[in-house]
């Protein structure tokens, strides 16, 4: 397996494939066309396909109902961060080592690589068959977005897996695999107050604004970068005019923590703010999204294993803990849990959004590995 032949130029034809189909995650039918490809590649592997409630599809290699072994889970997202026609400005392509494009390296390469994957372990069948248990694949459409859609078929998924490996890219730049995720929260705070004339009669007026401004500081006094806990006021909007004292401001907030008390913590806090000016009325929506992935001995345990197969196949992966959310999120405390196993590059969310061509083999060889031993 060490010497796994892998065909890089099938591969990025693949990638190209997926990629030239953009799929926002706004746009499910966009999102489930990407679907039909990839459920076209598990077919020809002889999955057992199904459409979940939600718009997720589960492919299942060699699962046996009810069987004595548990499958390894494989979670894997079609949806992108990117809107229609981004491909006019960010167009897939080739540039030395690396392919750009949108969603190639969240997370469309991970999904060519899992399947380039359970190519080679379908061409051992032969010699004894898919691993034991066999393999299940969630490809879910809404990841992007908080995973709302699908986040039931994947908890359900995971209480009957005995391993969860997310198909996420590693760490950006590096051979880092996650290892933990902290919790992401989002929280809109709504202020109502009065309007009035503000030359006139601004004592008859309560301002939303100067509410919300009191707010916003408090808010970011509740971060506690020492355990982990950060948290961002990144949208402001209020006011009608400007000689009117105002009567709406809303505010977006982004909370990330690394153990659940540091997200009841906050979550309580925010939920406990009182306007000063009692004519001022603050409405409170949100919560924590996603719980933290905390990193623990049964991640540390696939960790190991993976380490240990990238050094007998001539690499090393790290392992980092990080502050962006994913659906291994909700795995990791229903099942062991290890994140980052999709290609290697850069520029998740970002212009130059990349995969690196030199590297993305090896991790493929992994996580051909890691299926068949964990
Ligand atoms: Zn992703």
């Avoid at 990407?34 to 077919?43: K, L, P, Q």
């Avoid at 592997?45 to 459409?51: F, K, S, T």
Wanted: net charge negative; proline share 6%; hydrophobic share 40%.
């Amino acid at each position: 397996m060490g010497g796994m032949k892998l065909d890089l130029e099938a591969m990025l034809a693949d990638l190209r494939a997926l990629v030239e189909i953009e799929s926002p995650s706004t746009d499910l039918a966009a999102v489930g066309r990407v679907m039909d490809v990839v459920e076209g590649w598990a077919r020809e592997l002889g999955a057992r396909a199904r459409a979940l409630p939600g718009g997720t599809r589960q492919f299942s290699f060699g699962v046996e109902e009810g069987g004595a072994e548990r499958p390894v889970l494989v979670l894997m997202h079609a949806d992108t961060v990117w809107p229609h026609s981004t491909l006019e400005k960010m167009p897939f392509r080739v540039e030395g080592d690396r392919v750009y494009g949108p969603g190639t390296y969240d997370m469309k390469a991970g999904i060519v690589g899992t399947f380039y994957a359970l190519r080679a372990l379908r061409n051992q069948a032969a010699q004894g068959g898919w691993p034991r248990g066999g393999v299940q694949v969630l490809l879910t459409p809404d990841e992007e977005i908080g995973s709302l859609s699908s986040r039931e078929a994947i908890e359900a998924a995971a209480r009957g897996a005995r391993a969860v490996l997310v198909v996420e890219p590693p760490v950006a730049d590096s051979h880092a695999l996650k290892v933990g995720r902290k919790g992401v929260g989002d929280f809109r705070l709504t202020f109502h107050g009065v309007a009035s004339h503000a030359g006139n009669k601004p004592e008859e007026g309560a301002s939303a604004i100067t509410e919300a401004a009191r707010a916003v500081l408090a808010v970011q006094a509740l971060a506690h970068p020492e355990l982990g806990t950060t948290v961002s006021v990144g949208l402001i909007q209020g006011g009608s005019a400007v000689n009117v004292v105002p009567a709406e401001c809303v505010l977006d907030v982004d909370v990330r923590v690394s153990t659940l008390a540091e997200g009841e913590r906050v979550t309580a806090a925010i939920h406990a703010l009182k306007p000063q000016d009692g004519r001022v009325r603050l409405e409170v929506e949100g919560g924590l999204n996603r719980p933290p992935f905390e990193r623990g001995p049964q991640t540390e345990r696939l960790f190991a294993q993976a380490q240990a197969i990238a050094r007998d196949l001539g690499f090393e992966v790290g392992g980092e803990v990080v502050g962006g959310g994913s659906d291994g999120n909700f795995t990791a405390p229903i099942a062991p849990t290890l994140d980052g196993l999709g290609a290697p590059g850069d520029g998740a969310h970002a212009a130059h959004e990349h995969v690196r061509l030199d590297r993305w083999p090896d991790h493929v060889r992994l996580l051909t590995r890691l299926l068949q031993e964990v």
